[in-house]
């Protein structure tokens, strides 16, 4: 049954973290990072390359959720583990990443 439950938890939100990617990905107008910022276009001198290199970080994001999805399905606990891990190392990476996609797409000198 905890399988089950794990299942039915892992799945949608490694699905989301991976569709967040795949749209940042194929949006013509700039990915924004924080909920409620815009970037305008004007911000940004590639749009397409800075929002390829965004959704790449959301869908490597999404790996750790995925691969804690199918541990899941043989060890709880080192799914667990590793999913708690990503989480908590995986946020500030996410920050510093994406600090870094902004200054190399941003036409601010």
Known sequence: MEKAIWLILTIPISA???GLGIYAWKRKKPMWFWSGSK???SEINDVPAYNRANGIMWIAYSAV???STV???FEID???AVLAFGC???IPILIVVYKRIYAKYSSRE
Do not use: I
């Open 16 to 18: 989301m973290f991976t």
């Open 65 to 67: 959720f995925w691969a």
């Open 39 to 41: 970037v305008k276009e």
């Open 88 to 90: 908590l190392a995986g």
């Open 71 to 73: 541990l899941g399905l």
């Open 78 to 80: 080192l799914a667990g």
